[in-house]
């Protein structure tokens, strides 16, 4: 039936760890950071990436579009900059935005990524798409913006905040290159395959397809419809 | 004059509320897993100063069929609340519970008669109303004495009906764990050991406000009456629901709404001890009721931090793993349908 079942197998082992071991942020992480020092903010750091499906869909996006490794480090690098001036900026300056408001852009994100791999600007609007540096360096900082938002739900005491702030963001970047490792791999194995341009253009419809029900179901979130 | 300025400030403090709460951040707790109780002393938002070690009678946890003593040591202090430092253990609905050592207070006449109606003890205000004791000073004697109840993992344990033999103490009839937002609960207060009917009991939940619209309720004798917003200046318990225990000692209430729950009383008599005039005890009781618009019982279909939690507002969204499973179905069907049309 399939073409490549190695290929889809593959993939199925590549989503089963992030299945088992999928964790979300919770109250119950409030007691490990109540007690474990500032390597407890890595841990949580680390488990809100490798956890927070909105932040690796966004990146996998860029990946997809991306052909080579050093292309794809400079732009992971523009995202991390992002994301972590905000992440610390904002959390040590107490700036807080509706934790639904900031998780309905970055599900926007998403749904951008996903559009402009599939060249939606072009075939929609007859457009160039917006600079990719650029919006990955705002996105980043999008996202950044919702980390520090999470960050600030714990209570985070009064000393030593800085560094709390710092390991939190420390945990977040561990947490991405985990994340991001088996995703490279898996895209780049399979852009060999005849079977690539399939998976590519499944994997940006999802894209698209999973930032509009993020969007939707945050702002249901914001409005209390849920 | 010293002394009155005394009396005063020590009356001050008393009308700041120092109900005494066991709380937790979370209710629902991993099993095996680093936890923390907040024992706070003032309102239940907010603790207004630490308890010292040498004041608690007794720190019990209760869980798995066992009761453990709770060292000292167990405790920190962080702002003004008190924290216990635990780990928990297997699945099951365990308690927590602080009995304090008693202190006195001495509290001039309008001071004392204020706290009465401030805190709800309007039996004791009413017993001095209609034997002109209303200018009399008073000194009494109190202690305090707080349970929480908390879910550890998926599975039920019978824990929570578990008895602590303190002066006086809340014990539920049913596992409040097991039932959800719209349901009755039945709770029996204890005084010594044995019920204590016709006491006014004081229920709070965090996230309820709309049980005192109209701002009705009633005191004495279930003759409903409301409080003007002017006249309620010196209540604290508005937002409470009020109810009596009956014949057995059962108060018997609606879980209106999800969210922590919380039950205060104060027991007052006059004392025949030399040097008093009162004596007081304070039983409070917290558990959290889960969600009740989806499924049958929140608390009945995983706790697990993998799954869900119960901070909605604070932490809310998707389960990973049903975002994770559902995303690889969606690129699974999609690969699926564009490698056919190739």
Redesign the interface.
Known sequence: ????PKL?LS??LF?IP??VF???????????L??GGLLSYIWVGAKHMV?G?DHLLFLTGVIFFLKSIKDILKFITVFTIGHSIMLIGATFMKIQVN?NII?AIIGLSVLYKGFENLKGFERCFNVKAPNLFLMVLLFGLIHGMGLSTRLQ?FDM?TDQVLLKILSFNLGVELGQITALIPIVLLIRLWKKKS?Y???Y???N??LI??GILLFL?QMA?YYNIL | MNKKILLGAVAILLLCSHDMFLKLDNYFLEPEMPAVIELVNGTFENSENTIDRNRMLDVSLVGNGQRTEVDSTQWFEKDLSTYLDFTTGKSGTWIAGVSTAPRNIAMEAERFNNYLDHDGVVDMLQYRKDNNELDQDAVEKYSKHVKTIFQVGNDRSEDWKTVLGYPIEFVPLENPYEIHAGHDLEVRLLLRGKPLKNQLVLIGNKEDHQHAENGTHSHNGGEEHSHDENEGEEHSHDDLKEVRTDENGIVKFNLDSSGVWFLKTIHMEKSTIEGLTHESNWATLTFQVGSGDHSHDNASHSHDTAEHDHHDHEEGGIPSYVFWIGSFVLVGILFFLFNRKK
């Open positions: 039936m399939f073409k490549n889809l993939l199925g989503f992030v299945v999928a964790h979300d942020v919770s109250s119950g992480d409030q007691e490990i109540n007690n956890t499906y934790e998780d739900s005491g079977s341009q399939a998976f253009k499944a994997c419809i999802y397809i999973a179901y979130g």
